[in-house]
């Protein structure tokens, strides 16, 4: 055999070796195959390390779903107790109203009598005039009296804490609604933050779900280099 053949059979050998070698490379894909031209090493690379990134997102994003919804189911709970509470606010709120109002009438009311008493006893008046207006007094100031009474008992029905339970409904309500701002802002930051999430994955899943790649490149990543 001249030198020329044999080199060339050695050449034919040699490639239908490579051929051969190239045929059996194992594959492997991520997820169901699709078809498509393999990763590159650096390309699978960065699909490992994407699909990991978002593996560890995804239950920090629901754990935190998690706690808000049970934060706003305790919410919704101190809602009940206020609403409950609310009835009882407003009707003691309007007593107090009422206790007010009715008390400066009566403070006017002492005061003209004051000082109709004042201008009898200066008074030139005599005989049956004057009884008239003294019995007409003595009837203010019984009158005075009674709404005098009924005031202090109305005013001690409606309790010596009365003020101090509506500071405290109204406490209760800011604090309420502190938590509630901070629950709408914190839930409003998860919201973008979920949606970055599913805009991450619905990206890796274009560029790397279902691609095939080498084994051996995994075995590389897997070592490190």
């Known amino acids: 055999m001249d030198i020329a053949r044999k080199l060339l059979l050695t050449l034919l050998a040699a490639g239908l070796a490579g051929a051969v070698a190239a045929q059996g490379a194992a ?40 706690a808000l919804e049970k934060e706003r189911d305790e ?37 003209d009598y004051n000082d109709k008493s004042a201008q009898m006893q200066n008074s030139p008046l005599s005989g049956p005039m004057a009884d008239r207006q003294r019995r007409n007094l003595q009837s203010e100031k019984a009158a005075i009296d009674r709404a005098t009474a009924q005031l202090e008992a109305d005013r001690a029905a409606l309790g010596p804490d009365a003020e101090q339970k509506a500071k405290t409904y109204r406490a209760r309500a800011e604090t309420r ?29 274009i560029d790397c779900e279902g691609r095939s790649y080498r084994e051996d490149d995994e075995k590389l990543i897997q070592s490190g280099k």
């Open 75 to 111: 919410l919704q709970k101190i809602d009940q107790s206020l609403k409950a509470d609310e009835a009882a606010m407003q009707k003691l709120a309007q007593q107090a109203e009422d206790i007010t109002k009715r008390t400066k009438a009566l403070e006017q009311q002492i005061s």
């Open 27 to 66: 594959t492997k894909s991520i997820g169901a195959a699709k078809g498509g031209r393999l990763l590159t090493l650096d390309e699978l690379r960065a699909c490992f390390a994407q699909q990991k990134e978002l593996g560890a997102r995804k239950p920090k994003l629901e754990g935190e779903r998690i």
């Open 177 to 205: 609604n502190r938590a509630v701002d901070d629950w709408n802002t914190r839930n409003q930051a998860l919201a973008k933050q979920t949606q970055a999430y599913e805009l991450d994955l619905q990206t890796w899943k």
